[in-house]
């Protein structure tokens, strides 16, 4: 019985059904990593602002964001705020923002990282040989920084992918829910589907976050020099 | 909001937190132990262990916490190899951290320099030595900055195992959310226990970050 468990996935769309509620997972992760990627330069870019006011609201922002576990962010968007606004939001918009909001947060701390471990004589060297400010940022400041920050966020994208598993606790369906719901069909027929459809699953995660982690990998040697 | 309804579930919230913290204890200390293993494994470039490390630290970072934990608790269950949530818990958040502390630790055995060891080895130390006196010291105090922030991010990570039914802060959250209908009155009295427990250990790890900073030697 236990060696034909296996077949549990391969059985009427099965498979096809789990890698269908993996790319809502998938799309959710793609959504926030596109606003991420823009908010997060801003916010970065903000977070080294001459104004201490703005830097001490970025950092709050920042740390608020991180403190608090994702989710429990997923709790209060979906659950909270929308019982005070008197509003409804479907389980995959919250997530979509919280995860916005958690990313915009830590691709913000990432920027900030990039922009800050520039050493000063480039910039000065820059202005030195009389480029306008604009062209030291053109084409010193943003080529290096780009280098440093490009692998730390691919690797944030990897984090992204894998935290959007947790959507299904507040009622998504995705690839976990799907997983349920063939083992519970499966039950009788197939005791072990559970083991096999999990198994599935952790490897799914594995097969799409491993070949975006060795990429970050390879282009941090690469650019170390 | 319902203050007596929020001061009646503080007990409620007392006793949850305690097996947040227990379980994120027990889980941070079994990762420094797998971590501190693995990255001497990989430092000291053991045949045939690093290759299984390797493979380890790859599972272990690219999937999910959520998804080890279902299957540890669910699907191997069905194999007969029947475990308490505490101990898939425990097994998964060990399974999760371990591979993190080993980075950690692995880059301050990376941050080592050449000339440090060497030196070592020239006035005679033998192999144990160098590593006892030499390489560990100066490689803890590097890497204590990432290891704490790990330890932050496995506390976190523990509000996960409420899905395998364990009672932790985000379990009694969700039951009283489910009982009572108190949605708001619930999470806000979630979001104050997470901040009393991490507000402080993210402080002090700032602080000796600041301490450390100068950890790196001959460099």
Redesign the interface.
């Known amino acids: 019985m236990?060696a034909w468990g296996i077949s549990v996935l391969f059985e009427g769309q099965n498979l096809f059904r789990l890698v269908d509620g993996l790319s809502v997972s998938i799309r959710i992760a793609a959504v926030s990593i596109a606003f991420s990627a823009v908010f997060g330069i801003l916010l970065g870019v903000l977070m080294t602002s001459r104004y201490r006011l703005i830097r001490y609201i970025c950092r709050f922002y920042l740390?608020a964001i991180r403190?608090?576990?994702?989710?429990?962010w997923l709790?209060?968007f979906y659950?909270?705020l929308t019982?005070?606004l008197h509003f409804h939001l479907s389980a995959e918009f919250a997530s979509d923002i919280v995860f916005s909001l958690w990313g915009t947060a830590e691709m913000g701390d990432l920027v900030r990282g990039a922009i800050t471990s520039m050493p000063k004589h480039q910039m000065d060297s820059g202005f030195a040989i009389g480029l306008t400010k604009l062209q030291v940022y053109r084409y010193i400041v943003i080529p290096q920084a780009l280098r440093r920050l490009i692998p730390s966020a691919i690797n944030l994208a990897?984090r992204m992918i894998?935290?959007t598993?947790?959507v299904?606790?507040i009622g998504v369906v995705e690839v976990?829910k799907v997983g349920q719901q063939i083992?519970e069909v499966s039950i009788l027929k197939t005791?072990?589907?559970?083991?096999?459809?999990?198994?599935c699953?952790?490897f799914l995660?594995?097969i799409i976050?491993?070949p975006v982690?060795l990429f970050s990998k390879k282009l941090e040697t690469k650019w170390q020099q | 909001m319902d203050f007596n309804f929020m001061s009646a579930s503080i007990p409620l919230y007392i006793k949850a937190a305690k097996m947040t913290l227990d379980l994120a204890v027990w889980g941070i200390l079994s990762s420094l132990i797998i971590g501190f293993i693995c990255a001497l494994i990989g430092y000291y470039k053991i045949k045939i262990l690093d290759k299984i490390v390797r493979i380890y630290i790859e599972l272990s970072r690219n999937t999910p916490l959520l998804i080890q934990l279902f299957f540890l608790y669910y699907g191997l269950a069905k194999l007969g190899i029947k475990l308490e949530a505490y101990t898939c818990a425990i097994l998964g958040l060990a399974f999760l951290g371990g591979s993190y502390m080993s980075e950690a630790f692995r880059a301050g055995l990376e941050a080592v320099s050449k000339i440090q060891i060497e030196s070592g080895l020239s006035i005679g130390l033998t192999r144990w030595q160098l590593t006892r006196y030499i390489i560990l010291p100066q490689a803890f105090a590097v890497a204590v900055p990432a290891l704490g922030a790990n330890a932050i991010f496995l506390l976190k990570e523990t509000s996960v195992v409420s899905a395998i039914a364990l009672a932790d802060l985000m379990f009694v959250a969700k039951d009283l959310i489910g009982m009572y209908y108190k949605t708001t009155e619930a999470l806000v009295l979630l979001v104050l226990a997470y901040l009393i427990l991490l507000l402080p250990i993210s402080i002090f790890l700032t602080y000796i970050e600041r301490r450390v900073r100068h950890a790196g030697v001959g460099n």
């Open positions: 236990q740390e403190i608090i576990p994702t989710l429990v709790f209060l659950f909270s019982k005070i990897t894998k935290t598993s947790l299904v606790l976990l083992i005791p072990t589907a559970s083991f096999w459809v999990y198994g699953i952790f995660y594995f976050c491993y982690s």
